[in-house]
């Protein structure tokens, strides 16, 4: 008899200083992402570290494995409420290991986030992201989860690359 | 003969720590201002005061007065580079004297704004607003200066509380 496949455990917790060099070499190797976008990813992921949630960047990791001392990471997700509002949270970074793309971990990732913005209140999720073309796998990810295009504004990011504000009531 | 009223000198320079105080003063005075809207606009003040252009947030008040002794501040206006774009900037603050409003100092201060955007090689200006009553005024101010409404974002600061973006190519 065939030992049945063990669905590896997946958790998603609060991001600790530990793992920040795994998910350096993680952002490292996400194809669209600049140098410049993974030195703000990892300013955000400091700021978490050094001061929690005061910081407002909430930063959770995502990891896998049975084996309790060969855990990896797969993901994060950092998010926080927008200044000046009530009840409005903004998602400031996901990302997900490239060679376990399409698996739904990015979806479980956005699903966490969401849940815990309800807990803290939050009723609106707001995600920008570019027009252009090397994004439109993110733009597909995001309409997946159900966020609908709120606004488009022009050549944001510079000529020819707009910004694209999707959004999504909890 | 009467002598030929004298037209009050009016500069704008960088803040100095030397005027934050007259500049809370100032904007607790700005009747749409809450708390917590003069506290952020204090806490990017204080960024700039402790490290300068490498804040991002650019600071500059105006100020009134013949006599050097006497001089007051009339306003500011705050403003930097939008992280991850190529010559975006957003405009932070902007605070007149709420006893001098409608003279054109607002006015004058977003073009000076402009000007130094430009000089630093910036192409587009975002100014954020609320849909509230109470930002007619503002709104009416910003399109007086040619900024255009760029997008819409349906309850973004609450509920019954829309975000209002503005741009202007420079």
Not at 34 to 50: C, I, M, Q, S
Not at 97 to 112: N, P, T
Not at 114 to 129: P, Q, Y
């Amino acid at each position: 008899m065939q030992a049945a496949p063990v669905k590896a455990t997946e958790t998603i917790r609060p991001m600790v200083a530990a793992d920040r060099e795994p998910l350096r070499v993680l952002l490292e190797a996400v194809s669209n992402f600049t140098r410049e976008e993974v030195e703000t990813a990892l300013e955000l992921v400091d700021e978490w570290l050094k001061t929690g949630e005061k910081s407002g960047y909430l930063t959770y990791v995502q990891e896998q494995g049975d084996d309790p001392a060969a855990r990896r990471i797969t993901g994060y997700v950092c998010f926080g409420e927008t200044p000046l509002t009530v009840g409005t949270f903004d998602l400031y970074w996901v990302a997900v290991d490239s060679a376990l793309r399409s698996r739904g971990h990015g979806q479980a990732l956005l699903k966490f986030a969401e849940a815990e913005i309800k807990n803290r209140g939050g009723r609106l999720f707001m995600i920008e992201t570019s027009s252009q073309p090397t994004y439109a796998g993110t733009v597909a990810f995001y309409e997946k989860a159900g966020y609908k295009l709120a606004a488009r504004i022009q050549e944001f990011y510079n000529e020819r690359d707009d910004k694209l504000i999707f959004s999504k009531k909890l």
